[in-house]
Nanobody, 126 residues
Framework: QVQLVESGGGLVQPGGSLRLSCAAS????????IAWFRQAPGKGREGVSC????????IYAESVKGRFTISRDNAKNTAYLQMNSLKPEDTAVYYC???????????????????WGQGTQVTVSS
């Protein structure tokens, strides 16, 4: 059975850090584009970052550039989102997503991704 399971969310103070993990089961992770999306209360789903399968190139939303880092460990079938200098505006449910495989360069289009995890809550508050 294929599945994606996010972990690492929680409550953190502004300026703090969290590392989210996305464990992929039933996938050969190396052939998939990976993206992180987030959804804040009352808002739609927003692309945060993605990493390509072909060359490892990355894209970041302007709001997180310089603070977040996406990475992948294909041998462990796990993707990560390192989040530093967290702000209250980062509060959201964070989701990882995979495309169907064999793509070239990733995008942060919702429509590119076919497999989704259930999400992990990140709350940034004093």
């Amino acid at each position: 059975q294929v599945q994606l399971v996010e972990s690492g969310g929680g409550l953190v103070q502004p300026g703090g850090s969290l590392r989210l993990s996305c464990a992929a089961s039933g996938f050969t992770l190396a052939i998939h584009q990976i993206a992180w999306f987030r959804q804040a209360p009352g808002k739609g789903r927003e692309g945060v970052s993605c990493i390509s399968s072909s060359d490892g190139s990355t894209i970041y939303a302007e709001s997180v550039k310089g603070r977040f880092t996406i990475s992948r460990d294909n041998a462990k079938n796990t993707a990560y989102l390192q989040m530093n200098s967290l702000k209250p505006e980062d509060t959201a449910v964070y989701y990882c997503a995979l495309d169907r495989g064999y793509g070239s360069t990733c995008s942060m289009s919702f429509y590119e991704y076919d497999y989704w995890g259930q999400g992990t809550q990140v709350t940034v508050s004093s």
